[in-house]
């Protein structure tokens, strides 16, 4: 039989949960994915907020799921399992009755399992699972899922850490990083682990360099208050961009289980070479968008959209990263991220170094070194770019070419969702593509020397154009090692 599941949504009536949960688990629903005995409980803070819950959540499903997806009787079939319940976190007597009520009968018993997902701020984390101690609601079959920012440096991340670990395992605590759940990031593994092609050549020998860019068009969508207190280098760097290095560096773990892949990882993490202050505008570059044109019309600079007269928060960033190990002693790890860019394009680039010696003539033209681009964003797709013979022509004349796997092209059903994906791991109690609380203090230890280094030199972010690639000096950290940023653009098929 289906084991039976009370899956409570803190912060049922945020951004998040309207935005990508609630869509996240009608889909699993309408792909008959979830178990049967499911019961989805989002927490409201007030009456009203209670009896409007099911039209708004009807409206937010409309909203953000893709129009082929809509169904209104399964949208109708799947809200009959969501319970709009009264929740106050602060108030430990009246604030939490109905919870207590409906999920204490479940605690305890082992056919029945309890998973506690804060879609909260972290200063709640805490005090929440306070309160669920109280009130009896954890047991060894309880879960906690926490969504990011945790922390705002290592002393503060630890602290939230440390206060969840006093109510929950580690093996009962799922950190989030919605990167970890898009398909291409889980196809790397498969890519890098089952193909003896590239795991052969993953190393200092023969890649030259590795980029990873997260690039957004967005600015700041209404979470100014947040923004300017992290910037990019928290917002995305800490987490997200230094989780995809991992991936990219981690040696292969013996098993595909989270203990084992966990343990790379953090060994990564653990091997980041330290910038030093004096070395900081050297390898790290700060940007802050002004006015400029995206996608077509005029958009406000960063400040203007703040509503401040000043702020030196970047949002933008570009770091020179070394791992200190073996396999990639002294290869490049180029990170970038920024908001109002020219495109939407998240994309890690392995560029191969050159072949040693070249059999052909010069007229036949120069070989260009093979390059593997693994597209997360706007499609998932892996191309290896190679040199090829130009067919029309009966001279030899090299021409490169681009071997393509479209993921969203091959799988015309599949819609990708990465939180569709993480709601079923934590379901399924497997913690693989979560992060352990060790690897989130070590992405801080390298992340807050930067902090502290820009914050000593006085080192203002650069302005770029709204619209455009960022700062200058982005291309200059690149173009000073006599290398640059591959764009994603259709004339890249062409270099
Ligand atoms: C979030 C950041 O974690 O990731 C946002 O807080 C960012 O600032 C978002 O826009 C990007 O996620 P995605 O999946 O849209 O690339």
Redesign the pocket.
Known sequence: MDKHIDLVLFGGTGDLTMRKLLPALYRAYAENTLPENLKIFTTCRSEKQKSDYLSNAETALNKFLNSSEIDSEKIAQFLSLVCPILVDINDSDSGWVGLSDSISIGVGDSSREQIYYFAIAPSLFSICCQQLDEKKLIGKNSRVVLE?PIGYDKTSAEEINESVARYFKEEQTFRID??LGKETVQNLMILRFSNLLFENMWDRNSIDHIQIS?N?T?GLEGRAGFYDDAGALR??VQN?LLQLLCLVAMEPPNQNNSANIRAEKLKVLRSLRLIAQSEIKQHTIRGQYVTGEAGGKLVPGYLEELDKPESFCETFVAIRAFVDNWRWKDVPFYLRTGKRLKQRV?EIVVQFKPITHSIYSQSAGEPVPNKLVIQL?PEEKIQLYLNSKDLGKSEVKLQPAVLDLNLTGNFKHFHSD?YKRLLLDVINDDASLFIHRDEVKSAWGWIDPIIESWKQENYEPELYRSGSWGPESSNDLLSEDGRKWHLATEENCNE
């Open positions: 990011k919605h990167y997260l957004e967005v917002d995305m997200h998240a964003q990465a």
